[in-house]
């Protein structure tokens, strides 16, 4: 019989260890079933609204709830690592000859950061349950890429709220918060979940420009810019590139909205995630120029090296359509010879974006004053 007095002070001790580790927030939730969490999953699975994200519904039956993977596990240990941004994260709108890169991958790869920081808090629990006689543990950790819902267990666990924008909000770190798991055979006391505290803001939703939550939580992943430039591949339909601005990965529109991000504090990110100087603001014209070496190169340990060369250099090429910065149209008409058929189409796009800036045109702009008849 395991003394319940051990496990509260087991659970003061873990939160305790991973605020040493570097996460901002950590709480319990139970690793049973939630039927409104799963068919909610499952109509927007069945409403096609995760596009070519295939990977999505392979493993729904996993992804449905924490048992669902592992049926041992009995708790979800959830965990938030902070990213929020010392600057303005808006601030590279207002300058269309560089591409612009969300807050979350300016800076090291967040996968491999909290995954070691996981694993680092894993370890110290089946250590520390040993010593406190629970015997053997099992635990597993995720990290993004596993068949894990982590926004409603962040929610379940108290980490705060699925926003409107559906990502999760917390009072005291805002939108900035990357999200981690860890199942455990512990059965610890669920934490009080997390209340929404969206009440009649409608921030988010004003800010995205492709409409791509017309109903509040609930994302088409499809009109996302997100989604647009890091899982889509082949051309970007016609009607998001414009929209797109000089985003060359990820979207922070939405979550830079919120009035929520007030209270969260730069100093509470994690050092790994500080931007590196040369992701900052990358000239259009320096990532154009970019071939697959260049590319692994300047994208080594950061999110971004997953998406590829060709995909990097279409988004660059819809950004520099939209620059208005015609310098840029020699680099424009050289790609649309590429081998890559959505480089080569979206240096079609852009160089006609960019051609009637650079040609000026044979008519006068203003019909010709006529001359005075007397
Ligand atoms: C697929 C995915 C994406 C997709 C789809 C996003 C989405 N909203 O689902 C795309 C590529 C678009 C994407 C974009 C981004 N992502 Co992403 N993504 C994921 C991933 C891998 C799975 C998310 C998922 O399960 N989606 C499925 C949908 C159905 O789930 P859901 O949004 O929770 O849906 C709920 C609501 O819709 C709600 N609901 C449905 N109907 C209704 C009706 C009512 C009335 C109500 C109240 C609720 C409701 O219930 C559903 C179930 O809970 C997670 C990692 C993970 N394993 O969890 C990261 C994750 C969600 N992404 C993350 C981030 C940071 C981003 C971006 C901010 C990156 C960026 N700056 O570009 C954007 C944000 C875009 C946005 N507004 O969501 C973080 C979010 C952290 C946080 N604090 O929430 C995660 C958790 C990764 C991580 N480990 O940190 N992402
Ligand atoms: S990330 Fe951008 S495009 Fe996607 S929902 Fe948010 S504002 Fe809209
Ligand atoms: S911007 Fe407003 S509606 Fe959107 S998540 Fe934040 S508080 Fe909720």
Not at 17 to 27: N, P, R, S, T, V
Not at 183 to 202: K, L, N, Q, R, V
Not at 225 to 232: A, C, P, V
Not at 291 to 304: E, H, Q, T, V, Y
Request: glycine share 10%.
């Amino acid at each position: 019989m395991v003394n319940a007095g051990v496990i509260v002070e087991l659970k003061a001790a873990l939160d305790a260890e991973a605020k040493a580790l570097g996460f901002a927030a950590c709480g319990i939730a139970a690793a049973g079933e939630d039927p409104v969490r799963a068919a909610r999953l499952a109509e927007w699975l069945g409403e096609g609204k995760h596009g070519q994200m295939a990977w999505m519904e392979e493993r729904f039956h996993h992804r449905r709830s924490p048992q669902a993977l592992w049926g041992e596990a009995k708790s979800v240990i959830a965990l938030g690592m902070s990213y929020a941004p010392e600057g303005d994260p808006l601030a590279l709108a207002a300058q269309p000859t560089r591409g612009w890169i969300s807050a979350y991958a300016k800076g090291g790869d967040y996968h491999d950061t909290v995954k070691k920081a996981l694993k680092a808090l894993a370890r110290w629990l089946v250590a520390e349950a040993a010593k406190r006689g629970l015997g053997e543990i099992g635990v597993k950790v995720f990290v993004d890429t596993a068949p894990v819902m982590e926004k409603p267990l962040g929610e379940a666990a108290g980490l705060g709220w699925q926003g409107k924008h559906t990502n999760m909000v917390s009072r005291e770190h805002g939108s900035w918060l990357f999200l981690g798991a860890i199942y455990t055979t512990i059965e610890f006391a669920p934490d009080e979940a997390g209340e929404d505290h969206c009440g009649s803001c409608d921030a988010c939703q004003t800010a995205c420009p492709t409409a791509a939550f017309p109903a509040p939580y609930r994302l088409d992943a499809r009109r996302c810019i997100s989604y647009l430039t890091i899982e889509h591949k082949g051309p970007v339909a016609e009607e998001f590139r414009k929209p797109m601005g000089n985003m060359i990965y990820g979207c922070d529109l939405c979550l830079a909205a919120c009035p929520w991000n007030k209270f969260a504090q730069s100093a509470s990110a994690h050092r790994a995630f500080l931007p590196r100087a040369e992701l900052a603001a990358p000239r259009l014209a320096d990532l154009l120029a970019l071939d697959d070496a260049g590319f692994r190169r300047l994208f080594s340990g950061s999110p971004i090296k997953r998406i590829g060369r060709d995909r990097m250099v279409r988004n660059c090429l819809y950004a520099a359509g939209n620059s208005g910065d015609v310098s840029l149209l020699a680099q424009v008409e050289a790609l649309k010879g590429d081998p890559d058929a959505a480089v080569a189409d979206a240096a079609e796009w852009a160089a006609r974006q960019l051609k009637p800036a650079a040609i000026p045109s044979a008519a006068p702009r203003h019909p010709p004053i006529a001359p005075h008849p007397g």
